[in-house]
């Protein structure tokens, strides 16, 4: 894992060096490392990274896009001082991330022939995707980072998140007040559900957060400290990982509606249900990777996957229910026969 990470460390560097050189608009922007890697629960082969590319955005206004609460169009409470925002601006006046995205995408094309000793592609573009796709040679694999553009404003977060991040019982409610007063990060991401699609949406994001939540995931202060008592939370978000990425490489058509991200909501909802460190023992790893699969489970079974920070945006949309009883089968058959599918290799 340490020597993927750092080719892409090598790859980012030179690239955000880069960016930042090539156009004075983009100067500000900085990485923050999100995803598994820098969650410490990577599992498997360590070909997969993400890297956020966060730029701050002066005062903006926040308009809901859709009924789900996650969805937004941006636009600037006032005629921002860089004049540079002004060229990604629609008619009226909302912040377009096809555009920022396709700007970006054009310095990183130009700039990875520039990248010494490593040799690095920029892959074609997915409908819909909020990334910048790179693949970088590391014979005799591939590593494949994508590069997310992230605005990071300081503005409360929406009313949609009011009652979400429900840590009281499990981290406690200053550490929910501290987290809420964090900054508001949004990715471009295009929502699917607009009737004509412009490419001008932005989802929220809180990469940052859950990174947060999950490096420090103990009840008392001092869970997995060096001298504190261990706990299995992130052995458990490994195997719930491993489990959905070995079943995805089995029925890759079935399954190419999931993501790990599913799991990882539906883990951050046990640590909720089940919030005391003595809960996750880290002798008890087995029943407590059941208990979080059971939990999933069930969502699966309800077509209800409640996102964690926005109560009323449920993750799986009712129109795929075959495909969650489908994965639901497929679980409750691994769960009733010793996890067979850890064994074999596709």
Known sequence: VSEASSLVNKVVSHLVQAIRGKDSFFSSIERYSAGSYYERVKISEPNEFDIMLVMPIPRIQLDESDDTGAY???????S???RGWLKFLEEDGKLSAFKMLDALREIIK???KNIKDVEVT??????GSPAITLQIKNPPSEISMDIILTLEAQHSWPLSTQSGLKIEQWLGKKVRRDLRLESLYLVAKQNKREKVLRGNTWRLSFSHIEKRMINNHGNSKTCCESDGPKCCRKGCLKLLKYLLEQLKMKYPKELEKFCSYHVKTAFLHSCVTWPNDSDWHLGHLDDCFQQCLGFFVDSLQKSQLTHFFIPQYNLFSLEDKAKHHFLSRKISHELNNGFPVFHENY
């Open 72 to 78: 937004y169009y941006v636009s600037f409470k006032r």
């Open 80 to 82: 921002p001082k860089e």
């Open 110 to 112: 130009q700039e990875v």
């Open 122 to 127: 920029v892959a074609r573009k997915k409908a």
